[in-house]
């Protein structure tokens, strides 16, 4: 079969087509963004009439994913690992509704926080639903890991997480397809009250879960993805999962490897192949990119049993991606690190691009704001984050999806008035909306900026929800007509922007302001576009 | 044989294309590869550097060790010295020195450059002057590709036929400039090797 050079993201889309999706679901998240888009580029996919478009969040794309796999098609659903606490909801209960045609959910962990607010593990929640958890070490096992993970979703009916970190989401190899498989016909759920979870049913559900998780974890012992390497040494067992297993290898390119070696790929962990590497060596080594899961499951609250290296007692770094030197150093081999970083070179952070709105926006806010002090900034999650660095020192918040809004609600409840709010058009109609109608109910004094950019910026310019529409949305969610201003962001408009966001301000109830001006990227590149 | 290469520079200064040919090249050799890069946050001007791996075997780790690359390709001065932990103590460093300043407190150019020069295996070349000589200043980043080649164990018929790859939905036009490109790089380092 033909070989491509993909990314682990779109080996994870590749993997997706070939095994017959009909629909893939998702909102824009740092590292999870290119699964989406290689499927909207697709030739094949196109020709497929795969469904592709971005969903508002990550909830709403994790609940169209379960519906179309109720119809009986095979769906998947991306998203970052936070955008996994936004569909938790959905996520979890699909467990216990299960599925009917095929579903995968893919979610890119960013450890080292590369991109993100934190670094969670997303194998936790694949732990929390009870569900098989595909973690690929390659891009090759991101195609195929995809490809059958749907196979298992069928076998067991299921939902079945694939969860990637960064480093495989966006490093690029070779990549061997398989066999094109057609997608599924439409067909109703055989149990028409499957997917109906009312406790009586919800409890039916939880058990029919509850009997699969045998059959879970003798699909671990059986799967090609965990293999149990034998080796002389039994001083030292080591456990590696996923990318883990690279950063180890890479140690013994010219070097034998004479211990034991649990590779995991899947779960829940095979417990007869753990058993057989725990009874054979005096300790084990446990290897994650990620939370040590699987380190601290060994270990035990009690540490009763066989002693494990790992994360946890210092052997590797608690926190960050793990890497192939984090590893050399915990198997006490000598690094030959090169030279030092000169003195002379500093650092150099991502800034806003020259020309972009949110400057302008900024400028007026800050300069609106100085008679009130310092600290009532609430802000989210966007390129207008950047906002929070010099020269601007403008937001005091940055927390998830949406809380600009409703913090700044809060802080305006415990009294702190003008309070603001700075949000970018996709992060309100992401998670903002629902927060703006709670301000409203409660006619709470805050200032919300929409700083409407008509795009999803940070992840690359992908299409934002509400574009064109963000004061009627205000509007039809009951804010006052009279607050709702409109103003564009550039220069020539400061002092006149400054006045009306002031003006705001004043105001003791709801007001919305929005910034709107295309992002400078998206514009640009649509201009390009146009010439050609 | 193994090459491993840390490409280096700022967000938006094009050092994808430059992966992306080698990357290509590679293939068309039938060589291993693993090129990982960084997407998202720091795209927007800051520094940026990608680990692109070749060798004939099996490669493990998307990540490049410490001290283990034979190269760092960076099209910009400052961020080439950024990773060199990561250069083995016999690799070679080859930059622009053409100055990407985006931030207030950039360095003096002049030490930068001492810094470059203080290394035993460098090449370092004003590729943006090289760029607009040949008519084409904004293919830099190519410049830079053509001043690696001799070091980079690739056939150059196979890194121009990369660059046809890359840019041919550009049209001819942008892929002649940057062959042209590549070709006053390739000279450069020829003459400097």
Known sequence: ?532 | MKTDIILSGVGGQGIVSIAATIGMAAIRENLYLKQSEVHGMSQRGGAVQSNLRLSDKEIMSDLIPLGGAEMILSVEPMESLRYLPYLSRQGWLVTNTSPYVNIPNYPDIEEVIREVEALPNHVALDADKIAKDTGSARSSNIVMLGAASPFLNLPVESLQEGIRQIFGRKGEDIVNANLKAFEAGRKVAENNK
Not at chain 1, 64 to 74: F, Q, T, V
Not at chain 1, 127 to 152: D, H, I, N, W
Not at chain 1, 283 to 306: H, R, S
Request: glycine residues 10%; proline residues 5%.
């Open chain 1, 1 to 532: 079969m033909q070989t491509l050079l993909l990314m682990g993201d779109e080996a994870i889309a590749q993997g997706g087509l070939d095994a017959g999706i009909s629909g893939i679901y998702a909102y824009p998240g740092t590292p999870s963004t290119e699964i989406m888009e290689y499927v909207q580029m697709s030739k094949m996919a196109k020709e497929g009439n795969v469904f592709s478009n971005w969903s508002a969040n990550e909830k709403t794309a994790m609940e169209a994913a379960l519906g179309m796999s109720y119809a009986g098609k095979r769906s998947i659903v991306c998203m970052k690992h936070v955008g996994l606490n936004v569909a938790a909801d959905p996520f979890i209960n699909s467990a216990v509704t299960g599925v009917n045609g095929g579903m995968v959910v893919a979610v890119a962990d960013d450890p080292s926080m590369h991109s993100s607010q934190n670094e969670q593990d997303s194998r936790f929640y694949g732990k929390f639903a009870l569900l098989p958890v595909l973690e690929p070490s390659s891009q090759q096992e991101a195609y195929e890991m995809t490809y059958k993970g749907f196979e298992l979703s069928e076998k067991y009916q299921v939902p079945v997480l694939l969860r990637l970190t960064t480093r495989l989401a966006h490093s690029r190899s070779g990549v061997e397809r398989l066999e094109r498989r057609e997608q599924n016909k439409i067909r109703l759920p055989e149990d028409p009250r499957q997917f109906v979870l009312l406790p009586a049913i919800a409890r039916k559900r939880y058990k029919v879960l509850l009997s699969h998780q045998k059959g879970f974890e003798s699909e671990s012992e059986q799967s090609p993805y965990n293999a149990y390497f034998p080796g002389q040494d039994k001083s030292t067992g080591f456990i590696v999962c996923g990318l883990a297993y690279n950063y180890l290898m890479e140690n013994f390119v010219n070097r034998e490897l004479k211990n034991p070696l649990l590779k995991i790929c899947q779960y829940p962990l095979p417990r007869k192949l753990v058993e057989q590497i725990a009874s054979e060596c005096e300790q084990l080594l446990v290897i994650e990119d990620g939370y040590p899961i699987v380190e601290e499951m060994l270990k035990g609250f009690l540490e009763k049993g066989i002693k494990v290296k790992g994360r946890l007692d210092g052997t590797l770094p608690r926190d960050g991606e793990m890497t192939p030197d984090h590893v050399a150093n915990a198997l006490g081999f000598t690094v030959n690190k090169g030279k030092d970083v000169p003195s002379v070179v500093t650092g150099r952070p991502p800034s806003m691009c020259k020309g972009c709105s949110h400057i302008d926006m900024y400028n007026s806010l800050n300069e609106a704001l100085e008679p009130y002090g310092e600290g009532r900034v609430f802000s989210d999650i966007g390129c207008y984050t950047l906002g929070a660095l010099e020269p601007f020192n403008a937001i005091n918040s940055c927390v998830d999806m949406g809380a600009s809004v409703t913090m700044a609600k809060g802080a305006a409840d415990a009294g702190l008035c003008p309070s603001v709010a700075v949000i970018g058009d996709s992060t309100f109609t992401h998670s903002g909306i629902t927060g703006l109608l709670d301000c409203v109910n409660d006619g709470s004094p805050v200032t919300i900026i929409i700083s409407d950019n008509s795009t999803t910026a940070m992840t690359g310019g992908q299409t934002s929800s509400g574009t064109g529409r963000i004061d009627e949305i205000c509007r039809g969610v009951g804010a006052d007509p009279s607050h709702v201003k409109v103003i564009n962001p550039l220069k020539k408009y400061h002092d006149q922007n400054t006045e009306i966001i002031k003006q705001e301000l004043e105001h003791k109830g709801v007001s919305v302001i929005i910034a709107q001006r295309e992002c400078i990227q998206t514009a640009t590149r649509k201009k390009k576009e146009k010439k050609k």
